[in-house]
């Protein structure tokens, strides 16, 4: 049972690197390495729980570890739209087309607030769900950014002027205390533990800076 004091593992893996020609492609030869290589350092026990985003490249990433997967869509990255132009101009060209507001997002798609009260929505679900647990989540450097913005407790509409440095099968690790972690502290807290980890992938696998 979870009381004041128990905390919850998290561990989000950003998925392995991805055929980019395809709005949802497979992994790469070098994405399946790395999901190998993660699987193989995480070494997941029995009493691990495995969730995955519903795209492909999240779940391609997520077998690796594990043939059982709990899919759970609140995962996915975020929701662009039909509207929205390719992702290179959103990121690299077009900087009129820069997203860092809260109500910022396409037509048809999401906004950034929209996309932090499903994550927050998901990571509330998942901790209540398996308590104690260490939860494995397959999924999006959108996605993560979002959790890390639920464990600093900023409210959705909040501008997004930060991000983590996220590469493809990077682990980042949260311990969270959905009750408080001293009895005269704050009614929830989360420990950060790593960001962005990439220390079991060798330097020629680190890619998606």
Known sequence: ??????STR???LRHGQQDIAHEDGELTRIGER?????????????????VSSPLRRALATAVFLRDE???????????????????DEIVEER?????WRADHGFPGGETLGDLQQRVAAVLEDVVARWPGRRIIACTHAGVIDASLRWAYGLPADADWVTEAELPHASITELEHWPRGRHA????????????????????DLVTGR
Do not use: K, W, Y
């Open 34 to 50: 790395q999901a190998a290589i993660l699987a193989r350092s995480l070494a997941l026990a029995p009493d691990d729980v495995l």
């Open 69 to 87: 997967v709990v899919v759970v869509a609140g995962l996915a990255e975020f929701r662009f739209g039909p509207a929205a132009p390719p992702l």
């Open 95 to 99: 900087q009129d087309l820069a997203l």
């Open 1 to 6: 049972m979870n009381v004041a004091g128990s």
């Open 10 to 12: 998290l561990l989000l």
């Open 184 to 203: 005269a502290g704050a009614p929830r807290h989360t420990l950060i533990r790593r960001i962005g980890d990439v220390g079991h992938l060798p330097p």
